[in-house]
C-alpha cells in the first residue's frame, strides 16, 4: 500500500518525507486554508519535496468552469492530480478530463456506487472518507473493501485511495481491506512510527551495550 500525507504544512511534509516512506500528498482547502499561503505556491513547493502524486483540489461549481480550473490546475506541474467532488457535475468534469489524460482524485465519497462511476468516468483515484463514515456511524472500511472488490472483480484501473484517517488502527484496517493507499496526518504517520516497547528495547540494548567494548 503507497502512503500520501494528508496535509498542506510543508514543514510537516519536510519531516515525513525525509522517512523515506512518503509516496504523495493529498490537500483539500481546509488544509490549504489553515496555511495562510497562496494555493498554487504551496502546491508547488510540495511538488519540490515530494516527488509523486499531489492531489489538488478544484472548486468550482458548474461543469464548464470545473473543467477550466482543473486544466489549469493540472499544468502547474506534471505530478499535479486534481481533486474533484463526487456529484453530477463532478462526474462529467472526471469523463471530459480523464478523456484529455488529466488524472483525477474523486474527493467526498461515502459509498462503493460511487467509487463504481467515478472509476467508469475515467477516475485514477477514488477517495472514501473512513473516519466522517465512521463518524456518521457507518463503517468506513465496508467502502474500502467494497470498492477494491468491484474495481478487481471488473478490472477498472482505479485505486482506492483511503482518506479521513483517524488514527494508527485505521491504516493498518485500510491495508488489510486492500486499499491501494492511504493519505495520512503526519501525527498519525509518526504514531506509527514509535511503539513504547521499542523506545524501551532501545534503551536495555544500549544500556547492556555499555558493558562490553565494542570492536
Ligand atoms: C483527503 O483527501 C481528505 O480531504 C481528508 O483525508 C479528509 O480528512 P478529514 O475527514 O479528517 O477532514
Redesign the pocket.
Known amino acids: 500500500m503507497r502512503i500520501f500525507l ?1 496535509t498542506a504544512s510543508i514543514d510537516d511534509i519536510r519531516k515525513g518525507a525525509a522517512l523515506g516512506v512518503v509516496d504523495g500528498v ?1 490537500t ?1 482547502p ?2 490549504v486554508a489553515r496555511e495562510g499561503v497562496e494555493y498554487k505556491d504551496r502546491v508547488l513547493e510540495i511538488c519540490q519535496v515530494v516527488d509523486g502524486p499531489i ?1 489538488a ?1 478544484c472548486i468550482s461549481t458548474e461543469v464548464d468552469a470545473l473543467v477550466e480550473e482543473a486544466r489549469r490546475v493540472a499544468s502547474w506541474h506534471p505530478n499535479v492530480v486534481v ?1 474533484i467532488p463526487m456529484g453530477v457535475v463532478g462526474l462529467q468534469a472526471i469523463k471530459r478530463l480523464s478523456a484529455e489524460g488529466i488524472k483525477v ?1 474523486t ?1 467526498l465519497i461515502f459509498s462503493a456506487n460511487q467509487a463504481l462511476l467515478a472509476a467508469k468516468a475515467g477516475a485514477a483515484y477514488v ?1 472514501p ?1 473512513v ?2 463514515l465512521n463518524d456518521a456511524g457507518q463503517d468506513g472500511l465496508d467502502v474500502i473493501r467494497e470498492s477494491v472488490a468491484i474495481f478487481d472483480t471488473y478490472d477498472l484501473q482505479c485505486e482506492v ?1 483511503a ?4 488514527g494508527p488502527r485505521d491504516v493498518t484496517e485500510c491495508a488489510l481491506a486492500g486499499a491501494h493507499v492511504a ?1 495520512i ?1 503526519p501525527a498519525i504517520l509518526q504514531q506509527m512510527v514509535n511503539h513504547p516497547l521499542t523506545d524501551k528495547g532501545i534503551e536495555i540494548f544500549l544500556n547492556d551495550a555499555k558493558k562490553y567494548s565494542a570492536v
Open positions: 494528508d493529498t483539500n481546509s488544509l492531489s483540489e481533486k482524485n474527493t477517495s472518507f473516519g466522517r485511495l482518506a479521513s484517517i483517524r493519505t496526518p
